[in-house]
């Protein structure tokens, strides 16, 4: 198997490092994925990473139909909207032979995107990669990323695909690593954004406050047993992902990880894909998630108070926006 062609859906923090990493490897076609005013858009301005602009090509989603390879890289709200997409691309009445690839936080993208391919096409996987928004675009250290971990749910595990995954990344200098335990690396990531993403959201302050805070270590440490209760309920030992699957890439005490951005963004969060997620399962298996439950109401009200819910005028009258 040699992949010839690949697209990626989402350029956005995530979607940088792939951009970054494929845009000038030889013998394939790379290209991303949109429509519309956002194609206009890309095709014009390209995308800022690292200090320097990129141009790839911009490919619909007819333009990309039967791709080698599709790399989804949206954020969780956009993943419904984007299905038509994937099922034109990849999907069960096309021709069949496209790796699908899920770079998204959580773990149930892929279950979402296989209602349209199947799950036979879906490679799992996951990216760690501390990627922020800046004026003149995307910016994350190539050196200390971690890069993307991915694998068969079950043997062989050093499958053609995974061979020839492995040589486009291997080409590209992205980071990477094959693995056997797939699913519990996945978990891994997951706890890892559920202990560290989301307390630093609610307070609004850098990564450093876990190692400063007893308060929220304490937090922390409640909604780590909730999550890993539900794991191992799922037959999930997260002890057998790989030991740096346990952190993500070096950041400084500052740093402000994906839901902090968004909230400083005025964007709406993943929080339904974090401890929403984690509620919804802990009712199916009958496991009480308090913590998480807190959290995700916090964060909802968050977004809530972005939205300007909670604005009034002098009067004490509800403020309106325009939309």
């Not at 095709?43 to 200090?51: K, L």
């Not at 390879?69 to 691309?89: F, M, N, R």
Request: hydrophobic share 35%; proline share 2%; with cysteine.
């Amino acid at each position: 198997m040699k992949i010839k062609s690949v697209a990626l859906l989402g350029a956005g923090a995530v979607g940088a490092y792939i951009i970054w990493g494929l845009s000038e490897v030889k013998n394939i076609e790379f290209g991303i994925v949109a429509e519309g005013s956002r194609k206009e858009r890309l095709e014009r301005d390209g995308i800022g990473i690292n200090g320097q602009v990129y141009h790839p090509k911009v490919w619909t989603p007819d333009e990309a139909k039967g791709v080698d390879l599709l790399i989804v890289a949206l954020k969780y709200g956009a993943l419904d909207g984007a299905l038509d997409s994937i099922d034109t691309i990849a999907g069960k009445n096309t021709s069949g032979t496209t790796t699908v690839m899920s770079l998204m936080n959580g773990v149930d993208s892929e279950e979402i995107i296989s209602t349209r391919t199947g799950m036979k096409p879906i490679l799992h996987s996951l990216i760690k990669v501390a990627s922020h928004k800046e004026d003149d675009g995307y910016h994350f250290d190539p050196e200390t990323t971690i890069g993307i971990i991915f694998g068969e749910l079950k043997a062989p595990f050093d499958s053609d695909r995974v061979k020839a995954v492995s040589e486009i990344f291997e080409s590209g200098g992205i980071h990477y690593r094959a693995t056997e335990y797939i699913r519990e690396e996945m978990w891994s990531k997951f706890r890892l954004n559920v202990c560290n993403n989301l307390l630093q959201a609610v307070i609004s302050a850098g990564v450093g406050c876990y190692r400063d805070s007893i308060h929220i270590d304490a937090v922390r440490k409640g909604l780590r047993a909730e999550l890993e209760a539900i794991a191992k309920a799922k037959g999930i030992d997260i002890d057998k992902a790989d030991s740096t699957s346990s952190h993500g890439s070096a950041v400084p005490p500052t740093a402000r990880y994906s839901t902090l951005q968004d909230l400083d963004a005025k964007r709406h969060t993943e929080i339904d894909m974090f401890s929403g997620a984690l509620m919804k399962m802990g009712k199916e298996l009958g496991i009480a998630t308090p913590y998480n439950e807190c959290i995700y109401h916090l964060i909802k009200v968050l977004e809530e108070k972005n939205d300007g819910l909670f604005d009034y005028d002098e009067n004490g009258e509800k403020v309106t926006y325009s939309k």
